[in-house]
């Protein structure tokens, strides 16, 4: 167990089905949060040492990258800063660093004038400030374990996200994006029936069927491997 500021915490690559983080996401969880206080004993985060090799540094830049085309939503990273990278409590890390960093917000009772509020939140909620002023107690993996199985953070990320038992509330917008991310992940031919069951992890049992016809639109209207028409979408939204 391990205490972290969370300006030197960056996310596994490997999370959310190799898309790192879901912007919208993290503002969302950041307004539940908000609304209920912050609640040590709900937090269950787990991170890994970044590997002091080329693996390791891959990690930084993508951490770097992935707040730069967030359109302003995730905090600016320093690559070079961080110590761990997470695979679970990894959007409730971006939503602290949010609130941190002033970020460009997604809901209003959250923001003064688009920005999210550090003030404005802690008001309403002061256990808020908890993890700003503490950071927060991650379970850290050491990097010798990682380097020895390669897929491990993959798979603890994808088996802690399912423990908790709540299904994920997301737009048909954002399952596209997910989609799009796990087809990219796919080595070889592409199977978008492996896709969509991979797609559904996490989500109720009926999204399955939701996944199927997400795959048919990805495959004709993303844009490509670059998913620019995807990006596009997303930012109107």
């Not at 959310?16 to 004993?41: K, Q, S, T, Y």
């Not at 679970?88 to 004038?113: F, K, P, Q």
Request: one cysteine or more; a negative charge.
């Amino acid at each position: 167990s391990r205490w972290v500021d969370t300006s030197r915490v960056g996310v596994h690559p490997a999370n959310r089905d190799f898309a790192g983080l879901v912007p919208v996401d993290v503002h969302d969880l950041l307004l539940r949060i908000a609304a209920n206080e912050w609640c040590w004993e709900e937090v269950e985060a787990l991170a890994c040492e970044i590997l002091p090799s080329k693996d390791g540094v891959d990690w930084r830049a993508f951490n770097t990258k992935l707040a730069k085309s967030s359109d302003g939503l995730l905090a600016p990273v320093n690559g070079d800063l961080l110590e761990i990278v997470t695979g679970r409590g990894s959007h409730t890390t971006a939503a602290v660093r949010c609130m941190i960093a002033g970020t460009r917000g997604v809901h209003e009772e959250l923001c003064i004038d688009g920005v999210v509020s550090r003030s404005k939140i802690c008001e309403r909620q002061p256990s808020m400030g908890d993890p700003i002023s503490k950071g927060i107690c991650y379970e850290v993996i050491r990097w010798q374990l990682v380097l020895a199985v390669p897929k491990l953070m993959e798979v603890l990320s994808r088996t802690g996200n399912s423990s908790h038992g709540v299904a994920r509330v997301a737009t048909i917008l954002q399952g596209c994006k997910r989609v799009h991310a796990i087809a990219l992940a796919m080595t070889g031919d592409i199977k978008y029936d492996v896709v969509a069951k991979r797609a559904s992890h996490g989500m109720n049992p009926e999204y399955h069927a939701t996944a199927l016809a997400i795959c048919d639109f990805v495959q004709t209207w993303s844009g490509g491997r670059d998913g620019h028409v995807l990006a596009s979408l997303e930012h109107y939204e």
